[in-house]
């Protein structure tokens, strides 16, 4: 099957039919009550669930974070700096991957 995309879009445009699947959006579960932050010298910080992923971003290595409570779609790309307080699960994923 032959997909019609933009120009803009540099990726082939031929996709095997037994790839293709129906996009379902991840829903969020009902909660009685949404993650509350942890003030951390008088900055509000939300807890680390795990660390997913890791690139390099204008030279500097961002982690692809999970916050604790959230759906996958709050995940964020955030510097060694701000995991200053999450230090444990930077270890762990150096140390898994």
């Known amino acids: 099957m032959e997909l019609e995309l933009p120009s803009t879009i540099k990726i082939h445009s031929v996709v095997n039919v037994s790839r293709i699947q129906r996009y379902v959006g991840q829903v969020e579960e009902q909660r009685k009550e949404q993650p509350v932050p942890v003030v951390i010298k008088k900055e509000e910080e939300w807890e680390v669930e795990r660390i997913l ?3 390099q971003i204008q030279g500097k290595n961002k982690y692809l974070v999970q916050w604790k409570g959230f759906t996958a779609e709050s995940d964020t ?3 060694r700096e701000n995991l200053e307080n999450a230090k444990e699960a930077v270890k ?3 140390k898994e991957y």
Do not use: D, I, S, V
């Open 53 to 55: 992923n890791k690139q």
């Open 77 to 79: 790309w955030e510097g």
């Open 92 to 94: 762990e994923y150096e």
